[in-house]
T-cell receptor
Framework: GAGVSQSPRYKVAKRGQDVALRCDPI?????LFWYQQALGQGPEFLTY????????KSGLPSDRFFAERPEGSVSTLKIQRTQQEDSAVYLC?????????FGPGTRLTVL | AQKITQTQPGMFVQEKEAVTLDCTYD???????LFWYKQPSSGEMIFLIY??????QNATEGRYSLNFQKARKSANLVISASQLGDSAMYFC???????????????FGKGTKLTVNP
């Protein structure tokens, strides 16, 4: 079966542009997570969903960050008015238990 | 305060030898889970091993074992018989409230870069 997929794999944005990052979780996985990984650091939690409900968004760094999972499957992380400090790899993970399965990430570069 | 501390930015080991990667954690929650993930240069996080706070035995998965010392709040990863393919970043992570329906989010350490030399 397919793992977690993310698109695009790479995104270059000019400062001030809006971006949308997509995550396709493993089929049947109830929980979906977004993490941000800066260069040379560990992943940092952004938000997570159980089905379509966003249960924890405590890690979103500002109101420019918004995530949704309207039908409890695919999720989109949207960043408005991107800033240089938003440059990072954005990792999506899904789970149906304790283990989280990660996607390959989207590398966002803001110029 | 750091919830997960990995004090070794980099480690080197000879092929076929064992290596221990350190991890200490900080929590006041009696119910928690500890995870180790491997991140090769390709970027994908690969789950290696899990230890629950109430587990009596140290977790083992093939060549990976977790040296869990609860009183010291330590959860070190031991890799036996290192292989060249083990060269990667290794992250320790914690989930609090793991058995009581708490948040499922993981808190990660900064990682240790392991290099296996031939």
């Amino acid at each position: 079966g397919a793992g977690v997929s993310q698109s695009p794999r790479y995104k270059v944005a000019k400062r001030g542009q809006d971006v949308a990052l997509r995550c396709d979780p493993i089929s049947g996985h109830v929980s979906l997570f977004w993490y941000q990984q800066a260069l040379g650091q560990g992943p940092e939690f952004l938000t997570y969903f159980q089905n379509e409900a966003q249960l924890d968004k405590s890690g979103l760094p500002s109101d420019r960050f918004f995530a949704e999972r309207p039908e409890g499957s695919v999720s989109t992380l949207k960043i408005q008015r991107t800033q240089q400090e938003d440059s990072a790899v954005y990792l999506c993970a899904s789970s149906f238990g304790l283990e989280q399965f990660f996607g390959p990430g989207t590398r966002l570069t803001v110029l | 305060a750091q919830k997960i501390t990995q004090t070794q930015p980099g480690m080197f080991v000879q092929e076929k030898e064992a290596v221990t990667l350190d991890c200490t954690y900080d929590t006041s929650d009696p119910s928690y889970g500890l995870f180790w993930y491997k991140q090769p240069s390709s970027g994908e996080m690969i789950f290696l091993i899990y230890q629950g706070s109430y587990d009596q035995q140290n977790a083992t998965e093939g060549r990976y074992s977790l040296n869990f010392q609860k009183a010291r709040k330590s959860a070190n990863l031991v890799i036996s018989a290192s292989q060249l393919g083990d060269s990667a970043m290794y992250f320790c992570a914690m989930r609090e409230g793991a058995l009581q329906g708490g948040s499922e989010k993981l808190v990660f350490g900064k990682g240790t870069k392991l290099t296996v030399n031939p």
